[in-house]
C-alpha cells in the first residue's frame, strides 16, 4: 500500500478555507470540486493508455488516450460531494454509490445501499469520501467493493487521520491511498482533530 499526501499550495490554500468554521455551505462545496479536480489529477497520473492516431494541422502523430474504465465509488452521503469535480476531469468515469452507516450498538458499519456498474471487475475503481477517521466505514465499503469483483481500487480522501490510515493499510494492503491532509489524531467522538468537522452535515447543511 502506498500513501501518498497531496501538500500542493492550492490544496492546502482551499482545504484551510474549508476548515474555517465559518466558511458556509455554498464555499465549502465550492472548494471540495477544486480540490477534487486537483485530487483526480493525481489519482489518475498513472492510468493506462493505448496509442491513437491523428492529424495534427501540420501533420499525422499517434498521440495517447486512455484505455482504462475508471468507476468513482463515493461512499454516502459525505462522498457525493467529491464525484463532481472527478468526473468534470474524468468525463468518461462510471459512478457506484455505497452507503454505510455504523449500527449504534455494535459500531459495526452497514451497507444500507449500493448501485454499481457491470464492469467492476476490469474498472479502476477509486472510493471517494471526504474523511478517513477510524477507518472503519472506508474499510467496510471497500470489502464490499470487493466481493462485487473489483480488483483495482484505489482510496481517495480530503482529510485522514493516523488510525484510519492504519486500519485501511491492516485490511487492504493493495489498495493504494491518497490525501489531501493528514492530520494529528481522533478525539474521543470519533472526529479528526482538527479536522473539519462533519463533512456531511458542512456539506448539505444539515447541521443547524
Ligand atoms: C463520515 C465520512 C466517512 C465517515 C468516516 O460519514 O463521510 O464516511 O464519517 O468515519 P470513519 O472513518 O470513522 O468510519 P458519516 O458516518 O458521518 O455519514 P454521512 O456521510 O452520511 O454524514
Ligand atoms: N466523519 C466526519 O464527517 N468527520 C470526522 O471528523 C470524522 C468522521
Known sequence: MSVTIL??????????IMRDKNTSTYIFKQNLDEIAKLMAFEVTRNVSLKDKAIETPVCPMVGKEMD??????????AGIGLVD?????IPTAKVGHIGMERDEETLIPREYYAKFPSCLDAADVI?????????GSASAAIVNIKKRGAKYIKLAC???????????????????????ALDEKLNE???IVPGLGDA?????????
Not at 501538500?7 to 484551510?16: E, F, G, S, V, Y
Not at 480530503?158 to 489531501?180: N, Q, S, T, Y
Open 7 to 16: 501538500d500542493h499550495a492550492l490544496i492546502q490554500h482551499k482545504l484551510t
Open 68 to 77: 482504462q474504465q475508471i468507476i468513482l465509488a463515493p461512499i454516502l452521503r
Open 85 to 89: 469535480g472527478f468526473r468534470d476531469i
Open 127 to 135: 472510493v471517494v469520501d471526504p474523511m478517513l477517521a477510524t477507518g
Open 158 to 180: 480530503l482529510v485522514a487521520a493516523p488510525e484510519g490510515i492504519a486500519v485501511i493499510e491492516r485490511d487492504h494492503p493493495d489498495v493504494d491511498l491518497v490525501v489531501a
Open 189 to 191: 467522538k470519533g472526529y
Open 200 to 208: 456531511g452535515d458542512r456539506l448539505f447543511g444539515t447541521d443547524e
